[in-house]
């Protein structure tokens, strides 16, 4: 394993580590600056949300990841969201 990796993910010993290990360490180390969080989602929306996942390879916390950046950071696409928010309330209503 590269010494640059090892020292990104904070391992400066001299050991041999398994790529398992490190995989492990290193994503480890990526998420310790996230929020743990849950909401309620519609059950057929989530099947088939997850038939998509397995298909395309994506997972639901990749989704809220870029998704929540887009709208932070792009108006046009915070505009789609409260538009399709507004059309689903006037249709379940």
């Known amino acids: 394993m590269p010494s640059a990796l090892l020292k990104e993910v904070g391992i400066y010993a001299q050991k041999v580590y398994s790529p398992i290990y490190i995989i492990y360490i290193f994503r480890k180390s990526m998420i310790k600056d ?3 969080t849950s ?11 997850k038939v998509l ?5 994506f ?28 059309e689903n309330e006037t249709q379940n209503s």
């Open 39 to 49: 909401v309620e989602i519609d059950t057929e929306l989530y099947k088939e949300f």
């Open 34 to 36: 996230t929020k743990l």
């Open 53 to 57: 996942c397995i298909r395309y390879k």
């Open 59 to 86: 997972s639901l916390r990749e989704l809220v990841q870029n998704s929540l950046f887009t709208y932070i950071h792009d108006e046009e696409f915070r505009k789609k969201i409260h538009k399709v928010i507004l």
